[in-house]
Nanobody
Framework: VQLQASGGGLVQAGGSLSLSCTASGTGRFFTINHMEWYRQAPGNLREFVASINSGGATNYGDSAKGRFAISKDNDKGAVVLHMNSLKSEDTAVYLC??????????????WGRGTQVTVSS
């Protein structure tokens, strides 16, 4: 199983961006138990951004509340982070982590490579 984060880029302050985290290599039958987005800016600790579980319950870090929304597409094995009203302090590498069940490996944690988000002021 691999997770691929995508959708990063350069956006002006106040703009929007959507990041996707897609699972591959899962086979036909799998379950995303939960998936999280984190971010890390240079010189900073990794910061929790948002999470969603298999039941659709969501949780957000303080910096994301009211501006970001996380959703999932089980058919595509993807979780999307919609980011609105972006600020320069949102600039970071965004990483996804997921706990995914497959018949062969059971439930395991997987990390995707990050995608860079740069917000210009």
């Amino acid at each position: 199983v691999q997770l691929q984060a995508s959708g990063g880029g350069l956006v002006q302050a106040g703009g929007s961006l959507s990041l996707s985290c897609t699972a591959s290599g899962t086979g036909r039958f799998f379950t995303i138990n939960h998936m999280e987005w984190y971010r890390q800016a240079p010189g900073n600790l990794r910061e929790f951004v948002a999470s969603i579980n298999s039941g659709g319950a969501t949780n957000y870090g303080d910096s994301a509340k009211g501006r970001f929304a996380i959703s999932k597409d089980n058919d595509k094995g993807a979780v999307v982070l919609h980011m609105n009203s972006l600020k320069s302090e949102d600039t970071a590498v965004y990483l996804c982590e997921g706990n995914i069940w497959t018949p062969t490996a059971g439930s395991r944690d997987y990390w995707g490579r990050g995608t860079q988000v740069t917000v210009s002021s």
